[in-house]
């Protein structure tokens, strides 16, 4: 499985971002695609996660409400829709394929090369 991340940049305080993550390779129904993100100094933490064929979405609390994780399986890519950017949501932000929807990032099996995330204040 190889996972392609897009879509960051550098924006202000308040703004919205969309992530793209495109994965291809062998049959990824069975799979769950995370979004991670890891700052400067800090440890890879857990952003979102959804089930690739029921849906399931999870997210971490310092996340709800703001961002948003979909899914378009006819191309093979899940979203990660970001609102009410802070600077404290700058970081790496990578997507990753796991079999469970976890927030351990040991849990996954595959991941993609991660994509900058920076919020200006």
């Known amino acids: 499985v190889q996972l392609q991340a897009s879509g960051g940049g550098l924006v202000q305080a308040g703004d919205s971002l969309t992530l793209s993550c495109v994965v291809s390779g062998r049959t990824i129904s069975g799979y769950v695609i995370g979004w991670f993100r890891q700052a400067p100094g800090k440890e890879r933490e857990f952003v979102a996660v959804?089930?690739?064929?029921?849906?399931?979405?999870l997210y971490a609390d310092s996340v709800k409400g703001r961002f948003t994780i979909s899914r378009d399986n006819g191309k093979n890519t899940v979203y990660l829709q970001m609102n009410s950017l802070k600077p404290e949501d700058t970081a790496v932000y990578y997507c990753?394929?796991?079999?469970?929807?976890?927030?351990?990032?040991?849990?996954?099996?595959?991941w993609g090369q991660g994509t900058l995330v920076t919020v200006s204040s």
């Open positions: 959804i089930s690739w064929i029921r849906g399931r979405i």
């Open positions: 990753a394929a796991g079999r469970e929807s976890t927030a351990v990032p040991a849990s996954y099996d595959y």
